[in-house]
């Protein structure tokens, strides 16, 4: 009503939007929405399997599964040096089961000292702590070029040394390592204290 007293009629005008323009618009969004989502997913498991495989590759090539079995001689006749003035300390390594191994992998080592480095023969050989693979034919080697049970290392005293500084000793750390052949990683296979 206005102030005259006299009512107005009130036309009512429809308020319209483009139904194509509204429909079109909420499609692009929904498909946009589900790409994005593919993608992150996509993206999220690419990051995941590099990991994975990045982790995959720095999985241990584990240690032969191995027994040996050490003795030691305390004043016994000199392998590498024969004679009845010849005596010295021996090691006797023996391998008692376990995977075959290339002998030419297998090293000792005296207190963090190589002793018996198996790529090492002759002279080179002869004039390591350990005398072995000496001059003349000796048992100073292992038995054969792939171990298996019953093979050993005989070990000897340096005989060159002066007599009064024997290289092996009571309570030396004596330890067997196996060096992988495929990754290089070094393995110790038995540690134990001497006994002389």
Known sequence: MDNTGLTVPIK??????????????????????VILLVAITVLLAGVVAVFAFAEGDNVKE????????????????????????????FINITYTQGERLQASQVQVKLNGELIFDPSKTGEAAYAEPANYDGAGDN????????????????????????????EFQSGETL???????????????IEVELNL
């Open 62 to 89: 584990p240690a032969p599964e191995t027994a040996f079995d050490v003795e030691t001689c305390d004043s016994c006749p000199s392998l590498a040096d024969p004679g009845p003035d010849s005596i010295t300390n």
């Open 139 to 166: 048992d100073l080697r292992w038995s054969s070029d792939t171990l298996v049970a019953g093979d050993r290392l005989v070990l000897e005293d340096d005989a060159d040394a002066d007599a009064g500084s024997d």
């Open 12 to 33: 009512i005008i429809r308020q319209t939007t483009c139904p194509k323009y509204v429909r079109d618009t909420r499609a692009a969004t929904s498909v946009i929405g």
């Open 175 to 189: 330890r067997v390592v196996w060096t992988s052949p495929n990754s290089g990683e070094a393995y110790v296979l």
